[in-house]
């Protein structure tokens, strides 16, 4: 079996081959990239048709993934191959949408925001309109949805990043301004959803078979909410809306607790509401929580999904959200892979 690098270099001397004989005549030039993304680069292939302004880029990690579960590489390129004439074919209205030649496309009601790790994503974040979401180490990004369809429970999203040139020439507005209004459009596209563990649970139930669950025990996550939305893709944005946040803080008070919570990012998708015990030391809950954190996004959460290694607390007074830890200094690429190797990973 190859290696990864070995890998890149066979698909960028072999991937002509795989390509529809029209294409050839019409003159193929195919490039290596290394493009900007959520919480690292990705890379990838651009591959450019002498006719055509649109040239597709290809990411090669899932291509590689797949060659790894088949060691069959030519399989692999055959399947590159198709997914290279599907984009060219969806290729026009890619354009018209990154051009504004297609009016249906600078619809501002399809403008949203998600949120991701600031630390993990500066130099992504130089090229886009953002902004610091207040009282912790997260950034809220803004992306134009182009589509949305939902099959078999999944959700097929398609968007768009705004960089900062699409922001000035696309839309011709203020970062405020596009504050504005993907606040109002991100919950309403995606209305917020707020569940128990334990409700979650005991729903999943009459679908399971032969796992002995303790009801009981179940109980004690009563004390934790999921917070997300209807579909559970870009959910941890929830953080950004102090309603919301009141929501929850009303909901542990109505069972006779205090309205202060911690805040879990567990993923870009959702977060972790977990009760404040009264009873409890805060400095030995809050290096508990973080070792969740930790363990969640090693064990759970896949690399571009993480969100931080963070603990928040919604302060219910202040009706804000504050910085618990400080994990950047703890949570290094060192201690990182010794963390890793202690976990057995």
Partial sequence: MIDYELFKRMVLKEADKFLP???????????????????GKKDGITIKLDDLAYAPTIYLDAFYDMYRKTDNFYDVMDELG???????????????VLSGEDKRFTDKSRIYFEVINTEYNRELLFKVPHREVSGTDLSLVYRYLVSENSAENAVDRMSILITNEIQSEMFNMTETEMYDI???????????????????IKE????????????????????????????GCGGAVAIEYTDTLNMVSEIFANKGYNGDFYIIPSSRHEILCIQAA???????????????????NIDSTNIEDRLSFNVYKFDSSLKKVMQMTDSTHKLDDRKMMQYEKVRGR
């Fill in 21 to 39: 004989e029209n294409y050839k005549e019409r003159g193929v030039n195919i490039m290596p990239v290394s493009i900007n993304k959520v919480n």
């Fill in 278 to 296: 009264p009873n409890v030391n805060e400095k030995e809950q809050i290096s508990s929580l973080e070792d969740m954190v930790a363990s969640a």
């Fill in 182 to 200: 993907a606040k109002v459009n991100t919950i309403a596209l995606w209305p917020v959803k707020c569940q128990s563990l334990y409700e979650q």
């Fill in 82 to 96: 198709k997914y290279v004439t599907d984009a060219f074919e969806n290729g026009e209205r890619n354009r018209n």
């Fill in 204 to 231: 999943l139930l009459p679908f399971t078979e032969n796992i002995d669950v303790d009801l009981q025990e179940m109980k004690e996550m009563e004390s934790i909410y999921m917070v997300s939305n209807a579909d």
